[in-house]
C-alpha cells in the first residue's frame, strides 16, 4: 500500500508543472523546448486525475452507465491534445498519435505488462476467448483503416488502372472525405455494437478497462464531478500550451513529427494508465492487464479517430483515414504479434521482451525518418 501511494503522489506531484508551464510562457516567454516539456510533464497527473474521476463517477453510475462513462473517457486527455493539434492544422500529427498509442497498447503496455508479471509470478494464464475476441477486433481495427490508404489513389483518380481522366483536385477531396468519414461511421458503430456485447453479455469489456476492477467509492459525487472538470480545464490548457510548441520544440530537438506523433504524445496521454496495466499484471491478474492494454487501443481506432474525423470538419484541415505505408506496416505487424500472443491464453516474461523488443525497433524507425 505504501509503495502505490507513493507513486500516486510522485504521479500527482507533476501538478506543479501547470503553473509553472503557463509563467513559463505567457510571464517569462521561454523557448518552446522547456514549455513543451513542462507542458507534457502537467498533462500526465491531469489525466491521472481523470481517470480516477470517471472511475468515481462509474461507481455512482451503476454497471452499465459507468462502463459506458469509462469506455468513453478513456482516453479523453489524448483526444483533446489531438483536436487542439487539428485546429493547428497538424493533421499528419495527429495521424501519426493515432498509430502510436494503438502500436503503445499493443507492444509497449502488453510488453511490459508481460515481462514485470512474468518475472514475477512465472507463466501466467488469462481468458483465452476474451483474449481471441479482442485481438480479432485489433485486426479488424487495422483493416478498416487500412482499406482507404490501399485505395487513396484509385478514389482521387490516380491511378491509371482505375481511371484514364482525373477529376478536379476539389472532387477528389469530396471523395476522400466522404470514404473517410464512411469509414468513420461504421467504425462507431462497430464500437458501440461492441459496448451494447458487453453490457448484455455481462462480460470483461474489450473497450472499458478500468470498469472491470473491484472498486469502492472514496470521493463523493460532487467532489467527482469537480475534479473530474477541473482536470478537463486543465488538459484543455496544457494541451493547447503543448500543441502551440510542438514544431519548435521538434525543430530545435532535430525531432520530426512522425516521432512526436508515434511515441511522445501517446506516452504523454496514457503514461497513468499504462502504468495500471503493469501493476494489475504484477498481481498476476493478466485479463485485467490485456483488457487495458487492447481496450485501450481497440477504443483509438473504433472512437477516437472517428471522432477526430469528424470534429475536424470544423476545421480548415480535415483529417484524413489515409496513413502512410511505413504506420500501416507498424501497425500490421503490432497487430499480427499481439493477436498471435494472445492466442495460447498464457504469456510469459520472455513474450514480453519480444513485443518491447519490436516497440523499441519502431520508434527507432520513425526516430531517424526525417519530417
Not at 458487453?198 to 460532487?222: N, R
Amino acid at each position: 500500500m505504501n509503495i502505490k501511494m507513493s507513486q500516486l503522489l510522485s504521479i500527482h506531484g507533476l501538478l506543479i508543472f501547470l503553473p509553472i508551464a503557463l509563467l513559463g510562457k505567457y510571464v517569462l516567454k521561454l523557448d518552446d523546448v522547456p514549455i513543451f516539456v513542462l507542458a507534457a510533464l502537467a498533462i500526465i497527473p491531469l489525466a491521472k486525475l481523470i481517470g480516477e474521476a470517471t472511475e468515481e463517477l462509474a461507481h455512482y453510475l451503476g454497471e452499465t452507465w459507468g462502463g459506458l462513462l469509462n469506455a468513453t473517457l478513456g482516453n479523453a486527455a489524448e483526444l483533446i491534445i489531438t483536436i487542439f493539434a487539428l485546429q493547428a492544422g497538424k493533421v499528419e500529427l495527429v495521424r501519426a498519435s493515432i498509430v502510436g498509442s494503438i502500436l503503445g497498447n499493443l507492444l509497449l503496455v502488453m510488453g511490459f505488462s508481460m515481462l514485470v508479471g512474468g518475472l514475477k509470478n512465472g507463466v501466467q494464464k488469462f481468458n483465452r476467448n476474451e483474449a481471441s475476441m479482442n485481438a480479432t477486433m485489433v485486426v479488424l481495427a487495422f483493416m478498416a483503416m487500412a482499406v482507404p490508404s490501399f485505395f487513396d489513389r484509385a478514389v482521387i483518380g490516380k491511378d491509371p488502372l482505375i481511371v484514364d481522366i482525373a477529376p478536379s483536385a476539389a472532387d477528389a477531396h469530396g471523395r476522400e472525405l466522404f470514404f473517410t468519414e464512411g469509414i468513420a461511421l461504421v467504425l462507431i458503430v462497430l464500437y458501440a455494437l461492441s459496448i451494447l456485447y458487453t453490457f448484455t453479455s455481462k462480460k470483461l469489456a474489450p473497450v472499458s478497462h478500468e470498469a472491470v476492477a473491484e472498486h469502492q467509492a472514496q470521493w463523493s459525487k460532487q467532489k467527482a464531478l469537480i475534479i473530474l472538470g477541473l482536470a478537463t480545464l486543465g488538459i484543455v490548457l496544457m494541451s493547447e500550451t503543448l500543441v502551440g510548441a510542438v514544431e519548435g520544440a521538434t525543430h530545435q530537438l532535430g525531432l520530426s513529427e512522425f516521432f512526436v506523433g508515434i511515441i511522445i504524445v501517446p506516452l504523454i496521454g496514457n503514461v497513468a494508465e499504462h502504468l495500471v496495466a503493469v501493476q494489475v499484471a504484477f498481481k498476476n491478474k493478466m485479463d485485467l492487464s490485456l483488457a487495458i492494454s487492447f481496450g485501450s487501443g481497440l477504443q483509438i481506432a473504433l472512437f477516437v479517430a472517428p471522432v477526430l474525423v469528424f470534429a475536424s470538419l470544423l476545421f480548415d484541415d480535415q483529417l484524413l483515414l489515409v496513413f502512410n505505408p511505413y504506420e500501416l506496416i507498424s501497425l500490421a505487424v503490432a497487430s499480427f504479434i499481439a493477436a498471435s500472443v494472445a492466442q495460447d491464453g498464457e504469456s510469459n516474461w520472455l513474450e514480453g521482451v519480444q513485443l518491447l523488443a519490436l516497440y523499441v525497433i519502431i520508434g527507432l524507425a520513425f526516430f531517424v525518418l526525417p519530417n
